[in-house]
């Protein structure tokens, strides 16, 4: 019997014959799929984890399309842990890892051609496209499938206290696999996010070749951005947020994040993505921007350029000090050295800075006290963070291996210093309100020490203004 399809009360009626008519006469072609050449490192993956959890099944989905307004969606973005697993972008699905590393991948398969889903069902291939076969995606992805209508009675069957679950995907997963002990079980859910989060630490090549292809398409989308930024009249922020959206898209899967595009004094408002202002020429613009990558690899990367082409002397004077900030941060990373070592080395240029341009009320001795850090009121954020599948990657790991830890070679993360002076800060001369620097750059940690990803934008400010220069004369281009 045909399932009831997914329809809407606004779809026309379809006639029986009609519907006789489209179920027959459909070719359905074989389609070759090899083996993706990342399909060993998830393998490997997998491995690790289960290995972390003997003797136990871990149950890992990547969750649903969410409605963005009625019978329209956000796009789907896959599960950054589950994704990292196992390869797969398809909503639904959910990975069961069995004791000694048996995975089955529990999938949404292709309806028969005769059934009424096929043509006209929402969810239809004649809507949607081609889904894999099984037996496709299993050979494409190197892990063995089942088709998700199997999920329910396998959750039904995994012994109580002996299963993991990464929550808050999945809501019938949830409620399937229900805790023995729900005290217990939270804290077992929790340990497996948190070993997730700190196996993704450590970047394999693979990986750094999918963030170093993101980084590039992000250059490529700065690039695009300063061939159309006027130096002599204003645009919407919204232009500069549209133009690199353009790149996104088309060399990736699109932005990583909501793309910051700060406007004169919007640069000073840490997260600014309203984007509705405009450029001035004479002030700056701070763009803090990345392509997420074909395997949800992102970038991360921000600059702050001058509109009309050239600082002001006071605006070279602030950027100088964020990148000197940035500098010094850059040139303690290695392995074994502290995170936190990383980030006062950045703030303690970033205290000198304030002190020389006459608005830190006490010494930087005393600024840079953990009982005061007064410096942070013209710098609220860290130095940075780890880059990966998310853009705040392996944010469950514990603090004694992220914050609190030490970095170790293969780690990407981010340098992003900066300073911020608020439009209505009292406590600082008016010439310095309303300007906001950020310098941001995706670094691998070496055995020889750090290596800037993003090396392909300029960071001094008078490489910055040559780079602006160039990249207008060369004029607007395609992707």
């Known amino acids: 019997m045909n399932e009831q399809p997914k329809t809407e009360s606004h779809d026309p009626d379809y006639p029986e014959k009609l519907l006789e008519f489209m179920r027959g006469g459909w070719r359905d072609d074989a389609v070759p799929v090899p083996e ?23 149950v890992v989905p990547t969750g ?3 409605v963005r307004a009625n019978d329209s969606n956000f796009p789907f973005r896959p599960g950054s842990d589950f994704a990292w697993l196992t390869g797969d972008y398809d909503p639904g699905s959910v990975l069961v890892l069995h004791p000694g590393g048996d995975a089955v991948l529990y999938t949404r398969t292709r309806a028969p051609r005769d059934s009424d889903e096929f ?33 329910s009675p396998a959750l039904a069957g995994l012994p109580p206290g002996r299963t993991r679950v990464l929550r808050g995907f999945d809501p019938l997963v ?19 996010a948190r070993t997730i989060a700190e196996l993704k630490l450590v970047k394999d090549e693979w990986e750094i070749a999918q963030l170093r292809g993101a980084i590039e398409a992000t250059v490529r989308g700065f690039e695009d951005v300063a061939r159309v930024l006027p130096a002599d009249r204003g645009v919407s922020e919204r232009l500069v947020e549209g133009v690199f959206n353009l790149r996104a898209r088309h060399d990736g899967n699109g932005v990583g994040y909501s793309s910051i595009v700060g406007a004169g004094a919007h640069g000073t408002i840490l997260h600014w993505i309203r984007n509705h202002g405009t450029t001035v020429p004479g002030e700056l613009l701070l763009m803090d921007m990345g392509v997420e990558g074909p395997h949800l690899y992102t970038a991360d990367v921000t600059r702050t350029v001058p509109v009309s082409g050239t ?21 303690s990373i290695k392995p074994g050295v502290g995170f936190k070592d990383v980030h006062r080395a950045c703030m303690r240029v970033l205290a000198e800075g304030l002190h020389a ?35 705040h990657d392996c944010a469950k790991a514990r603090k004694e291996k992220y914050r609190e830890g030490e970095l ?42 750090a ?24 004029g607007p281009r395609l992707p």
């Open 36 to 58: 993706r050449p990342s399909a060993v490192h998830h393998a490997r993956r997998r491995a690790a984890l289960s290995a972390a959890f003997p003797g136990e099944t871990l």
């Open 64 to 66: 649903h399309e969410r």
């Open 119 to 151: 043509f006209r069902s929402r969810e239809g291939e004649l809507w949607l496209g081609r889904r894999q076969t099984l037996g496709e995606k299993a050979t494409e992805l190197g892990v063995p499938t089942a088709r998700l209508s199997d999920l």
């Open 174 to 192: 949830d409620a399937a696999v229900r805790p023995y002990d729900t005290e217990a079980a939270g804290t077992r859910d929790a340990e497996l």
């Open 311 to 331: 600082f002001t002397p006071l605006q070279r004077q602030v950027y100088d000090i964020v990148y000197a900030s940035q500098q010094a941060g850059i040139d």
């Open 357 to 391: 341009l006459g608005v830190l009320p006490v010494s930087v001795d005393e600024a840079m006290d953990k009982e005061s850090t007064l410096y942070r009121r013209w710098s609220l954020h860290g130095f940075g963070h780890m880059l990966g599948t998310d853009v």
């Open 408 to 449: 170790d070679e293969g780690y990407v993360l981010t340098v992003e210093p900066g300073l911020y002076f608020q439009p209505e800060d009292d406590l600082v001369p008016a010439e310095l309100r309303g300007i906001g620097i950020r310098i941001e750059d995706d670094v691998l940690v070496t055995p020889e020490g």
């Open 451 to 474: 290596v800037v990803l993003s090396t392909g934008l300029p960071r001094r400010a008078d490489e910055v203004e040559a780079w602006l220069a160039a990249q207008r004369e060369a």
